[in-house]
T-cell receptor, first 114, second 115 residues
């Protein structure tokens, strides 16, 4: 079963607006990562936030993590047409004694129009 | 830098045929993994490896075999292809051997159709 669920499934905004995507997960985690996938391409890592962190920034990206609610959000500020892509959250579940298995959500499709 | 290289990019098989999807990385990464991506399902982990000679099952391992004889290569074998294995397959690697506290580097994918 999917560990992460993104919301919304699809989002359409105009260039210059902010885009917010949410991710909910089910079990305790070590870290949560966000990836971007352009159509027909492989995934590209955007940002990693550890379970003891609450907020992280990278350029126009801001990620928050609320472990009590088992949720994370990705904010893209001042969006550009080039931000059009699918965005996935991925969680590294907390399991002792085993190697990590990064589990992906179903993704949010972001469309940025001019 | 080549990063993670997957071959072939496209493949069409008939039901019952076998084939191997190739994956190679040149970053000396210990961790390698295979995912499949289906519409509306996100990515699901098939198999993974934390080093040469060590492999383990992911979420959807049935119908797939893997081996890891070298650090660089992690091939995925379909022994008897089924239409349910029609999907896009991604190979990914990471520097971290145990706990995955590092990011994954993805290949560009193999689009497989089983008729």
């Amino acid at each position: 079963s999917q560990q992460g669920e993104e919301d919304p499934q699809a989002l359409s905004i105009q260039e210059g607006e902010n885009a917010t995507m949410n991710c909910s997960y089910k079990t305790s985690i070590n870290n949560l990562q966000w990836y971007r996938q352009n159509s027909g391409r492989g995934l590209v890592h955007l940002i990693l936030i550890r379970s003891n962190e609450r907020e992280k920034h990278s350029g126009r990206l801001r990620v928050t993590l609320d472990t009590s609610k088992k949720s994370s959000s990705l904010l893209i500020t001042a969006s550009r047409a080039a931000d059009t892509a699918s965005y996935f959250c991925a969680t590294d579940e907390e399991r002792s004694g085993t190697a990590s298995k990064l589990t992906f959500g179903t993704g949010t499709r972001l469309q940025v129009t001019l | 830098n080549a990063g993670v290289t997957q071959t072939p990019k496209f493949q069409v098989l008939k039901t019952g045929q076998s084939m191997t999807l190739q994956c190679a990385q040149d970053m000396n990464h210990e961790y390698m993994s295979w995912y499949r991506q289906d519409p509306g399902m996100g990515l699901r982990l098939i198999h993974y490896s934390v080093g040469a000679g060590i492999t383990d099952q992911g979420e959807v391992p049935n119908g797939y075999n893997v081996s890891r004889s070298t650090t660089e290569d992690f091939p995925l074998r379909l022994l008897s292809a089924a239409p349910s294995q029609t999907s896009v397959y991604f190979c990914a690697s990471s520097r971290d051997r145990g706990r995955l506290s590092e990011k994954l580097f993805f290949g560009s994918g193999t689009q497989l159709s089983v008729l």
